[in-house]
T-cell receptor
Framework: AQKITQTQPGMFVQEKEAVTLDCTYDTSDQSYGLFWYKQPSSGEMIFLIYQGSYDEQNATEGRYSLNFQKARKSANLVISASQLGDSAMYFC???????????FGAGTRLTVKP | KAGVTQTPRYLIKTRGQQVTLSCSPISGHRSVSWYQQTPGQGLQFLFE???????NKGNFPGRFSGRQFSNSRSEMNVSTLELGDSALYLC????????????????FGPGTRLTVL
C-alpha cells in the first residue's frame, strides 16, 4: 500500500519566493521518521531535512523548514527564498520504527523561474 | 571525506544476461542500502547490508541479490535480466544503518543507470 503521497507532480515558483511542497503519509506506528531529499538532474539524492514523530518543534535546516502536522499526517517542505539551483525533484520519505526500509513518495518536480 | 561512489555509472545489457553493480560507501560507514528508481514505480528499497549481513530486504524477486565485504563495499547482482530491470540503481551509505525511526542520515551515490535491451 502506498504510504507516502506527494500530490504535486510539478510546481513552479518565482526566484526569491517561498514554496511549499506537500507530503502526506500513512502509518499506524507511533514512532517514525520523515525525510526530504532533493534529486538534481545529475541523479544523486541529497538529504535536506529530518523530522522525528516525537519532535515537538518543526525541523529547520537553513532555507528549508518542515511544516509537521502530526494529527493530519502531513509533513510539508517549505523552501524560503527560492534559488535557481533549487530546481530539482523533491522526495518525501518515511521510515517506521517497526519497518526498517525507507519508503519514498513519487516526488515533486520543482522549477524555479528567474 | 570522499562521498559514496558507484561503478559503473552507465551499463547496457541484453535480456537474459546478468549484471554486477558496485558501491563504495563513505569511509567508516557500515551500512549500505540499495534502491531501484524507475519512472513508473519511483524509488523502491531493494536491501540493506550492515557489517556484511543482509539486515533488511524489499519486495523484489530472488534475481536481485547482494553482498557486502569486510571493507563495507557492496555489490548488487541481477541475474536473468528483464526489460523491466532498466532503472537507475542508487546506493546509500550510513554510519549505523537504517533501523528505527531516528535520524540515520543516508548519503547517496550518483547511481548506476542500467539499460536492458
Amino acid at each position: 500500500a502506498q504510504k507516502i503521497t506527494q500530490t504535486q507532480p510539478g510546481m513552479f515558483v518565482q526566484e526569491k519566493e517561498a514554496v511549499t511542497l506537500d507530503c502526506t503519509y500513512d502509518t499506524s506506528d507511533q514512532s517514525y521518521g520523515l525525510f526530504w531529499y532533493k534529486q538534481p538532474s545529475s541523479g544523486e539524492m541529497i538529504f535536506l531535512i529530518y523530522q522525528g514523530s516525537y519532535d515537538e518543534q518543526n525541523a529547520t535546516e537553513g532555507r528549508y523548514s518542515l511544516n509537521f502536522q502530526k494529527a493530519r499526517k502531513s509533513a510539508n517542505l517549505v523552501i524560503s527564498a527560492s534559488q535557481l539551483g533549487d530546481s530539482a525533484m523533491y522526495f518525501c520519505a518515511m521510515r517506521e520504527v517497526n519497518n526498517n526500509d525507507m519508503r519514498f513518495g513519487a516526488g515533486t518536480r520543482l522549477t524555479v523561474k528567474p | 571525506k570522499a562521498g559514496v561512489t558507484q561503478t559503473p555509472r552507465y551499463l547496457i545489457k541484453t535480456r537474459g544476461q546478468q549484471v554486477t553493480l558496485s558501491c563504495s560507501p563513505i569511509s567508516g560507514h557500515r551500512s549500505v542500502s540499495w534502491y531501484q528508481q524507475t519512472p513508473g514505480q519511483g524509488l523502491q528499497f531493494l536491501f540493506e547490508y550492515f557489517s556484511e549481513t543482509q539486515r533488511n530486504k524489499g519486495n523484489f524477486p530472488g534475481r536481485f541479490s547482494g553482498r557486502q565485504f569486510s571493507n563495507s563495499r557492496s555489490e548488487m547482482n541481477v541475474s536473468t535480466l528483464e526489460l523491466g530491470d532498466s532503472a537507475l540503481y542508487l546506493c546509500a551509505s550510513s554510519l549505523l544503518g537504517t533501523s528505527g525511526a531516528g535520524r540515520q542520515e543516508q548519503f547517496f551515490g550518483p547511481g548506476t543507470r542500467l539499460t536492458v535491451l
